[in-house]
């Protein structure tokens, strides 16, 4: 039990600013670019804007093939590149690039999905008043999607919490470095079900946090 609170005192703290630097900077990027992936697969697939079927199925191919990739394959299929980019792809920012690259196809197709859900016919309404397709993005199909848009990154989140556990396998640093190097390798139990714990608890707290937004702007 002393070992496990010592270990928990010196490392614990650490582990959880890079999980929370990895979880932040990979969810801005995928739900930046993410959400610009989503409206180019929403435009060219609706024949209210731009309905393109050639760029709507390449780019659709390029997002189904990165998810159809287990995110630990794709962490050790990433590694070259991301020593190329870092030196050292062994660290939190080397699993902040994996992390971002498994977030913009995930979310892509969260976002669509929520793009999707607008009515038709408000859109049909808002285009013959002579809007043009940036003004009806914004004015009609943003707000309209954002309860689901929300929850959509809560979801993100939530899914980047457990892949940034994995990148403690390849010893990039974060809670699961530390379940791993001392929970599992040194046997030590109380370090494992303190991380378990502590995962539940981030997750209760992000998903309260994401329904309660998305049940403010719920029109």
């Known amino acids: 039990m002393d070992d496990t609170l010592e270990i928990l005192q010196n490392y614990l703290p650490q ?9 932040a900077i990979s969810t801005v990027i995928g739900v930046v670019l993410g959400t610009l992936v989503a409206l180019v697969l929403y435009l060219t697939s609706n024949p209210l804007f731009f309905k393109n079927r050639v760029v709507n199925t ?7 093939a990165v998810r159809s990739l287990p995110f630990l394959i794709l962490m050790v299929v990433l590694i070259p590149f991301v020593q190329l980019i870092l030196g050292d792809p062994y660290t939190p920012t080397g699993g902040a690039i994996s992390l971002s690259i498994a977030a913009i196809p995930f979310f892509a197709r969260v976002a669509e999905s929520a793009f999707s859900e607008v009515d038709s016919g408000l859109l049909e309404a808002a285009i013959s008043t002579g809007a043009t397709t940036r003004q009806v993005i914004v004015g009609a199909v943003f707000p309209q999607a954002l309860p689901s848009f929300i929850r959509g990154v809560v979801l993100t989140i939530i899914s980047l919490l457990g892949y940034s556990a994995m990148v ?27 991380i378990v714990v502590i995962l539940i608890v981030l997750v209760q707290i992000v998903q309260w946090l994401g329904d309660a937004l998305a049940k403010h702007f719920t029109h």
Not at 58 to 64: L, Q
Request: glycine share 18%.
């Open 58 to 64: 390449v780019v659709g191919f390029i997002v189904n």
């Open 15 to 23: 582990s959880l600013l890079d999980t929370f630097s990895m979880v």
């Open 168 to 194: 403690g396998t390849i010893g990039a640093g974060g809670i699961g470095d530390l379940a791993i190097q001392y929970g599992y390798n040194r046997y030590q139990t109380g370090v494992l079900v303190a």
